[in-house]
């Protein structure tokens, strides 16, 4: 069944071809969600918020785009939003005072021998610099980095320019690298 | 070109992006630079460690999540083809119709019940005086104690 024909059976209320496209689509929502996030329980939220804008809004869908490209445009158009909400939230409950912001944890190497252990640290040291980059700069690092999506398809979902993505990924690397440097004496 | 500037770059020289130009400066200046190698090695050794290599699974248990979400919003009965705004904005609306439909169907089955459509009070002091024999509306009801009082009185003069 291709994309139109499943999009067309949801329309219709048919479950299963809804049920379907969750199986097939759910890896990709919930890996942007944690990528964009860095939280498991706020992945998972955003997943099911996903779906079920999704569900609603398959009839928007006319086939111009590829289904997967228009299911990340509502992914990560949600992880912004959310982020957005978060950050206001933060602001008003004053919560920012207490955060630490692009304040990465040191990682001692005395206490990971191991080659396993050592890799998750380097992980967690990149995971937390793409954190704490610009919320565009950040989408357009993880679609192009962690879901291999091709410069056409970034500007699809992010509707933006060619030129606006290469920008994007530009200041994106360039910004990770100055936050990747003081890192040295961790490793 | 400083050191600042080539190590700014050194992502984008790892990843193959710069332009051909670009590309030799950072190359001559690693050459005679040793901190810049240094920090280019640093930044290697994180950049491809952390590569991922496999998506991340979502928990099993979400799917029940998402179709018990879908279930209670079907079950919003007539508001379910509305959005959420208009629907929030339908309920006290609705409301309001039902007690104003509960009210005048109050009134329009208590005038069918007294069986007439005409002046309240008249119907009102007919139905109490057929039911006591005496009306309640004159200054001096007959049957009262005064009414009987001034009739013993009228019999005395007249005597």
Redesign the interface.
Known sequence: MNDQELATKIKNGDQNAF?QL?QEY??????IS??MSGNQEE??DI??DV??KI?HGVAKFRGEAKLSSWIYRIAVNTCLKRARRKKLESWISLEFLFQEQGQLEPVSPEVSPDQQI??AE??Q???EAIQSLPERQKTALILH??ENLSYEEIASVMEISLSAVESL??RA??N???K??P??KY? | MKHKTIQKKLLRYLDEELSELEKVEVQRHLERCETCRDALQTVESLWIAERPLERKTAPPFLWTRISVQLGAEAEKGIFKGFKEPVRLALRPLVTVVVLLFIFFSGITLGDLMTGSSGDVTEISTERITDNFGMSYFEILPPGSLDASSLALTEKEVGR
Request: avoid cysteine.
């Open positions: 049920k969750y759910q890896h990709l929502v919930y890996d944690y990528r992945a998972e997943t099911q779906f079920i569900f050592e890799t380097k992980e040291i990149v995971q980095r962690y990924l530009h690397k360039d990770l690298t100055q990747l440097l890192m040295k490793l």
